[in-house]
């Protein structure tokens, strides 16, 4: 029932930016979790960025503060990854995804969320 669309991936050279979309549904945007994650190859799936929606609450990795930012359109029920200051780094592939129940948000782990989009490739050229 509940299903994500994501879409906005590509190619960018470093210092480039682009915006990746998250478009909900089965369920409407309000008191749940939704987030962003990426994965390297032969690693470790890596959170990124992370908001309680309705309240708005936002929390970010380390490596993206400053240069990514998470946000929300109701009315669309989509979520956002705005990616600004690109760099090699950043290459991965990356999902959205979401979680039922807000007060677990900032603390869940990438086992603990219950639906994911299908992934969207970003590639950053140096």
């Known amino acids: 029932q509940v299903q994500l669309v994501e879409s906005g991936g590509g190619s960018v050279q470093a210092g480039g930016s682009l915006r990746l979309s998250c478009a909900a549904s089965g369920f409407n945007i309000g008191n749940d979790c939704l987030a962003w994650f990426r994965q390297i190859p032969g690693k470790e799936r890596e959170g990124v960025a992370r908001i309680v929606t309705g309240a708005g609450s936002t929390s970010y990795a380390d490596s993206v503060k400053g240069r990514f930012t998470i946000s929300q359109d109701k009315a669309k029920n989509t979520v956002y990854l705005q990616m600004n200051n690109l760099k090699p780094e950043d290459t991965a592939l990356y999902y959205c995804?979401?979680?039922?129940?807000?007060?677990?948000?900032?603390?869940?782990?990438?086992?603990?969320?219950?639906?994911w989009g299908q992934g969207n490739q970003v590639t950053v050229s140096s």
């Open positions: 995804a979401f979680h039922p129940i807000s007060r677990y948000c900032l603390s869940a782990t990438s086992r603990d969320f219950l639906r």
